[in-house]
């Protein structure tokens, strides 16, 4: 199955360069329909002028960002040398707290 989402140009870029390894989501309606093995096209944003397609090798769910983060290496997600707070922070620039406590966190570790 092939899942459809935006992704903004610096992370889109990263994942394309090999840095970027697990994609940061609310674990959704839409992103519960992802299984291992799926393929997601990821639609840069916000030019819509190009598309990649990565496989899903691992799902792991977490009830916030920060748990997320405690057990994932800062590097998987292309931000080597980030400190906890600057994670955390550039999440909820995306991302509200009510929709994490509603909906709950998903990692995606992805292979391009």
């Known amino acids: 199955m ?6 903004y140009e610096a992370y889109f870029n990263a994942i394309k360069e090999g840095k970027k390894k697990v994609e940061v989501r609310l674990n959704d309606k ?8 799926d393929t997601i096209e990821f639609i840069k ?27 994932i290496p800062f590097g998987d997600f292309d931000c080597e040398g980030w400190t906890m707070k600057e994670m955390i922070d550039g999440t909820y620039e995306i991302y509200s707290l009510e929709q994490e406590k509603k909906w709950g966190t998903l990692a995606i570790t992805i292979e391009y």
Do not use: A, C, S
């Open 2 to 7: 092939i899942h459809q989402m935006g992704l």
């Open 30 to 37: 839409k992103r519960r329909k992802i299984k291992v093995g």
């Open 45 to 71: 944003h916000p030019e819509q002028n190009d598309t990649l397609q990565v496989k899903v090798t691992e799902l792991r769910t977490y009830d916030t960002f920060k748990d997320m983060y405690e057990h």
